[in-house]
């Protein structure tokens, strides 16, 4: 309820901001990788949201040429449960950056139309309430990576994906 | 028979030995929340990663991990068995004497070859373990664990709710520490080795 409350008011915000500010335009994304799991099992993908903007921007979900459905998703534990569930939005703050990583918010991938390996970069059309979208690079991970391994080996895609750190 | 004579006490004197050392007058220093005597000794009837059915029993010799999940899971459960994978690591060598046991909490999707390319993706050590439904809610039970089915959506998909917690069991199958999902890689390793080392033979 209070994200739904938050994005409305996120959306009005922005499209008060006036056409050249769009969400996308502000947001970079890095550490874009998918966990892949045996056969057509749903996979998370992960990704890390910069906003360069003075205005706050909003992840609302993802969409995929190869997966049938994206869902954004946000996992908890709670009395020694855990429990996954949907969410509207993500809020990426002004100058400030919203994380998808295991064991929170993530998109969950589903129905593959093909098989996707370790290692294969999957492209992901991360989408925002204002409507804008910004086509990112998803690297295929294996079952047991613990993060997007840049670590070990620098996947190339990522160069493009990440050009402003901005010391965070 | 004076044989047998002079042979008692040095038997009696060797077995009083053994049962000094397998009672454990000292307990082990494990970190991790100790529930040595709280929790039932490892027992469950239930179909592992190959289709042959399989109890407590057959994992006695090893320090068993146990850990409900579902392969639907996208997030949590893959991160804990990376997670366990990591610590399996770790230990090095003797993590052979260690068996990852997922259980699944969703048996009408995960039949034994689902589970066995799921656990097989994560650690060699890692058996999956399926069955009916009661027997697995009888092992959950067992352990004051829970697990509950969420309402699906329209395409027929559903996420499972589940315990979230790691059940650790010595070589003689007694329940030992329970890792929860905050507790540190250290303290479970540490643990881990305390029990591979120790002589908890059968």
């Known amino acids: ?168 | 028979m004076k044989l047998c004579r002079a042979f008692l006490p040095a038997l009696l004197l060797v077995a009083g030995l053994l049962l000094a050392g397998c009672q454990h007058d000292e307990p082990l220093p494990l970190r991790l929340t100790n529930i040595s005597g709280h929790m039932p000794d490892l027992d469950f009837k239930l179909t592992d990663d190959l289709g042959k059915p399989v109890t407590g029993a057959d994992y006695r010799g090893k320090v068993a991990l146990l850990y409900f999940g579902y392969t639907h899971c996208p997030d949590v459960c893959p991160l804990t068995l990376a997670q366990l994978h990591v610590v399996m690591q770790r230990l090095g060598p003797l993590a052979d004497g260690a068996r990852i046991l997922f259980v699944s909490v969703d048996p009408a999707r995960d039949t034994p070859a689902i589970m066995h390319a799921y656990v097989n993706a994560f650690d060699p050590r890692a058996v999956g373990l399926t069955g009916e439904a009661r027997a697995i809610e009888a092992l959950s039970k067992r352990y004051r664990s829970a697990f509950s089915r969420e309402p699906g959506s329209a395409d027929g998909n559903y996420e499972v709710s589940h315990s979230s917690a790691i059940y650790v069991f010595d070589r003689d199958g007694r329940a030992r520490v329970l890792a929860t999902p905050s507790a540190s890689q250290d303290d479970l390793v540490h643990d881990l080795h305390l029990l591979l080392d120790t002589g908890t033979h059968r």
């Open chain 1, 1 to 168: 309820m209070k994200s739904t409350m938050l994005s409305l008011l996120l959306a009005g915000l922005l499209l008060a901001g006036g056409a050249h500010a769009t969400a996308a335009e502000h947001v970079h994304a890095s550490h874009a990788w998918i966990r892949v799991l045996p056969g057509d099992l749903p996979a998370g993908a992960y990704v890390t949201l910069q906003n360069d903007g003075d205005l706050p921007a909003a992840l609302s979900g993802a969409s995929s040429t190869i997966y049938a459905d994206v869902m954004l998703h946000q996992s908890s534990t709670a009395g020694g449960m855990s429990r996954m569930a949907m969410v509207d939005a993500v809020t990426v703050p002004a100058h400030g950056k919203a994380v998808l990583a295991p064991a929170g918010y993530h998109l969950m991938l589903m129905q593959p139309s093909v098989p996707v390996k370790p290692g294969d970069t999957i492209q992901l059309t991360l989408k925002f309430t204002d409507g804008s979208t910004l086509a990112t690079d998803f690297i295929a991970r294996p079952a047991n990576a613990m993060d997007a391994g840049e670590g070990h080996a620098m996947p190339p895609m990522e160069h493009a994906a990440m050009p402003h750190t901005n010391g965070h």
